[in-house]
């Protein structure tokens, strides 16, 4: 394997972005459509690290994004008045937010991942609604009312900069942000981490038998994941809508989803976010145009439908097919 | 001083009767996961199903929830049935990530088909039996009295049955050895079917007897809440012990209850936030320290 080769399964995940990203650039009323796909496709990669690769679910996840977006939020309303940063706030803000939702990561898998299967689920959403519970409850971070930081990015970048912001460059973060979560899950795949978790994933108690140090490989995996879940919080919800409510940044339909895309495109594999993130926000997208209202009621039966008969995912079935085909090394 | 001991014990046993129903909705999920090893992240929305029983039988033809529980048991049964034969059955040996989501889409699946048939507005109905007058600790409607009486009945029909019937007594054999029970000729797919749909039976009817707590807050999107506090009071009760759930319920009712007073008297919190983060930082504990639960039998 030369040098290059080793970086050929990325070459179509970035196909992918490049073209979701042009497709947006230039037809007219599509970015938001696009925006959405780059947001749900960045979400499953940051799932899938670990998700996919130690085969615990998360199902709290959505208390790093909302880590990130306050990490975002918080840095925007404290450092707005300091001219002299420029736009070097938002990378700042961007710190913050993974180091926010990185914090919260370690002291939750200190504790949570002791445990294994449904008791870790179940611990993950106590962790989840009991956060936000205690947000509203001591009022930290403006409580029930949340953060809103619109008028603070106008001041600081001008009417036209801060909606430059939040139409566009937001949805740019979004998807440097999935590149660069395809290109670690790459990296993580093809060292040593990927290798103890696919056999952490097949049988833990094996694993830990031959000496792999299976707790250490397992936090690896969840801050990584854990961060960029926050730093996707931070430019899709906080600089996009330019608001943090904890009521919808703790919603756990946003961990479904992220199940759900991860799912659909095949848990485990690079390709499978990219994937499963286009074909589920052009399901909901095309959904909510033709049936409005209705989306959710067909979209149920549907993934309860792919669990069932697909459970390995699109990139799943593709990897089998192209099994010793030249596309081999493509595919992963 | 008098005044807060007062409204405090008003609470607990306010709290204790809805305990009880708490108790009876968690039985149906400790079930299924005691058997099948699945977590119904659904759970809620089986709930709603069993309010919307209460109102219509109520709305329709004057049947009190503490008649319309069989109706609600019955279609809770028939429903569980029909999705374990359609989705579960194929997922018992399955990863928990697929047995989540589909539990979890198949109460999306409830909720918009509620909201699509009933429209999303809030219901209500009101039973009026009379109350019970405890001065000066509490007035309490007959109606949480009947619920309560209601759910110990059903809980303990079905302790007799798991006890002394024959299908009980193999639903056991599963919980405690799934294969072992094979080996004496069981028949383990029929035991996961019957104990499916019995919890979700469960399930259904405790949401029918909510309604004498919730008088109008029935709606498609009201059983998120319950699945969560069913999770906190199944952990509570050791996850794969019915009985012990049951008890927990009874337990979670006091704890809720007594919280919301005493986060009550700090200044500058918010009571009803606080009571939910102390339910799950609980959770969080005895996951913990106590995987098995505070009343555990092991």
């Known amino acids: 394997m030369n040098r290059l080769e080793k970086f050929y399964p990325l070459f179509p995940v970035y196909f992918l972005y490049g073209a979701l990203f042009l497709f947006g650039q230039y037809t007219k009323g599509m970015w938001q459509a696009v925006a959405l796909a780059a947001f749900y496709a960045a979400l499953g990669q940051a799932f899938n690290v670990f998700l996919g690769m130690t085969g615990y679910v998360d199902f709290g996840y959505v208390a790093f994004m909302a880590l990130g977006a306050y990490g975002m939020a918080l840095t925007v309303s404290g450092l707005y008045a300091v001219t002299w940063l420029g736009g070097g706030m938002i990378l700042v803000g961007l710190l913050a937010a993974a180091v926010f939702s990185g914090c919260l990561s370690v002291a939750v898998g200190a504790i949570a991942l002791r445990l294994r299967g449904a008791y870790f689920a179940i611990a993950t959403v106590g962790v989840n609604e009991g956060f936000r519970f205690l947000l509203e409850g001591i009022k930290l971070w403006g409580g029930s009312e949340g953060i809103v930081i619109s008028s603070k990015l106008r001041e600081a970048f001008g009417t036209d900069g801060a909606s430059a912001i939040s139409t566009f460059w937001a949805d740019v973060f979004v998807f440097l942000i999935a590149a660069f979560a395809a290109f670690l899950t790459l990296q993580y795949m093809r060292s040593r981490i990927g290798y103890a978790l696919a056999a952490l994933r097949a049988d833990e108690d094996a694993a830990q038998v031959i000496g792999v140090n299976t707790t250490k490989y397992k936090i690896i995996a969840f801050i990584t994941s854990s961060a960029l879940g926050g730093l996707i919080g931070a430019t899709a919800w906080t600089l996009k809508l330019t608001y943090v409510f904890p009521a919808e940044a703790f919603a756990i339909h946003y961990t479904v989803e992220a199940i759900v895309i991860v799912i659909l495109g095949g848990a485990g594999t690079l390709m499978g976010p990219v994937a499963g993130g286009i074909l589920y926000a052009a399901l909901k997208y095309g959904l909510g145009v033709t049936f409005p209202g209705l989306q959710l009621l067909i979209l149920a039966p549907v993934i309860i439908a792919i669990i069932v008969v697909v459970p390995e995912g699109v990139i799943g079935v593709l990897k089998a097919k192209v099994r010793g085909t030249a596309l081999e090394k493509f595919i992963v | ?298």
């Not at chain 2, 204790?16 to 079930?31: C, H, K, N, Q």
């Not at chain 2, 069981?186 to 259904?204: E, M, P, Q, R, W």
């Not at chain 2, 998120?224 to 012990?241: E, N, P, Q, R």
């Not at chain 2, 008890?247 to 919280?259: M, P, R, Y």
Request: hydrophobic share 55%.
């Open chain 2, 1 to 298: 001083m008098r005044q807060f001991w007062i409204q405090f014990s008003g609470n607990l046993l306010n709290g204790m009767i809805l305990g009880s129903v708490y108790g009876l909705m968690t039985m149906g999920l400790s079930l299924i996961f005691s058997v099948l090893k699945i977590v119904n992240v659904g759970h809620g929305a089986f709930m709603m199903i069993g309010a919307y029983v209460a109102f219509w039988m109520f709305h329709l033809l004057g049947l009190p929830p503490i008649l319309s529980i069989f109706i609600a048991l019955a279609v809770g049964m028939t429903l569980g049935y029909c999705f374990f034969q359609l989705v579960i059955r194929r997922l018992t040996a399955a990863a928990e990530l697929t047995t989540l989501l589909a539990t979890f889409a198949i109460g999306i699946l409830l909720e918009e088909s509620a909201r699509f048939l009933w429209g999303p507005d809030y219901r209500g109905f009101s039973w009026n039996v009379g109350r019970i007058m405890l001065p000066p600790i509490a007035i309490i409607p007959l109606g949480k009295i009947y619920a309560l009486i209601s759910s110990i009945i059903v809980a303990v029909s079905l302790y007799i049955w798991f006890k002394k019937g024959r299908s009980g007594s193999a639903i056991r054999a599963v919980m405690e050895d799934r294969e072992g029970a094979t080996v004496c000729g069981i028949n383990v797919d029929g035991i996961y079917a019957l104990s499916f749909s019995v919890g979700i039976g469960l399930t259904v009817a405790s949401g029918n007897l909510l309604t004498l707590f919730v008088p109008v807050g029935i709606n498609p999107y009201m059983g998120g809440v319950y699945t969560l506090k069913a999770f906190v009071i199944a952990v509570l009760g050791g996850l794969s012990s019915p009985w012990g759930a049951f008890f927990a319920g009874f337990l979670f009712g006091l704890i809720e209850n007594g919280s919301y007073t005493l986060f009550g008297l700090v200044p500058g919190i918010e009571p009803f936030s606080m009571t939910q983060f102390f339910a799950f930082f609980l959770l969080l504990m005895i996951l913990l320290w106590k995987p098995t639960g505070l009343l555990g039998a092991k």
